[in-house]
């Protein structure tokens, strides 16, 4: 078999392998229909980490501009989706300890209780196992360093979360 006809053999076996699959791709703008419009509300903030709110709806505004297939709008009233809610008492727990008992890492938990609002007046709550993620961070005996890693945690951790409310909305559009 020549080498144009075994490409052409292999390339007709890949696009059936992949029709079948089950895969598609999510299109907005065919037949007129645009992006879905989401809009975050700041979250409340329930911890006594000053400015984890805030932290956690910009990390929810950046996945929706980032990733695709919606659209970010400033204003609740012209959204097809909401997203409210509020950030739960942060809980963080020695991990890792020195042989002088000293801490060496410390785990943090967040959880964040946030509720859907689709256009159509309907709304979901967010598995609260689905809303809740632990990162560890290492201590420091400089204090600065200590606190831009457990910073860096939390950052993580909102993206995470942002990640699972995405894809919740994505999932939903789906049905």
């Known amino acids: 078999m020549s080498h144009p006809a075994a490409a052409l053999l292999l390339l007709l076996f890949l696009a059936f392998a992949l029709e079948g699959c089950g895969y598609r791709l999510a299109r907005y703008g065919d037949a007129g229909e645009e992006a879905p419009r989401v809009s975050v509300v700041t979250l409340s903030n329930d911890s006594r980490e000053a400015g ?3 932290l956690v709806s910009d990390a929810l505004r950046r996945e929706v501009l980032n990733r695709g297939g919606l659209r970010l709008v400033g204003d609740p009233e ?4 909401v997203i409210r809610g509020r950030v739960r008492p942060l809980e963080t727990r020695a991990r890792g300890f020195s042989a002088a008992v000293l801490a060496v890492e410390y785990e943090v938990t967040m959880a ?5 609002d689709s256009g159509s007046g309907r709304a979901w709550k967010m598995d609260s196992e689905t809303m809740r993620a632990s ?3 290492l201590a420091s ?6 606190r ?3 910073d860096e945690a939390l ?9 699972r409310v995405h894809d919740r909305i994505d999932s939903e559009l789906l049905q």
Do not use: F, P, Q
Request: charged share 35%; aromatic share 6%; hydrophobic share 45%.
């Open 135 to 137: 990162e560890v961070y």
């Open 78 to 81: 012209g959204a097809d989706y």
């Open 52 to 54: 984890v709110e805030t």
């Open 141 to 146: 005996a400089d204090v600065e360093v200590g």
């Open 155 to 163: 950052r993580r951790l909102s993206d995470m979360l942002a990640v």
């Open 112 to 116: 964040l209780d946030l509720v859907v």
């Open 148 to 150: 831009k890693n457990r």
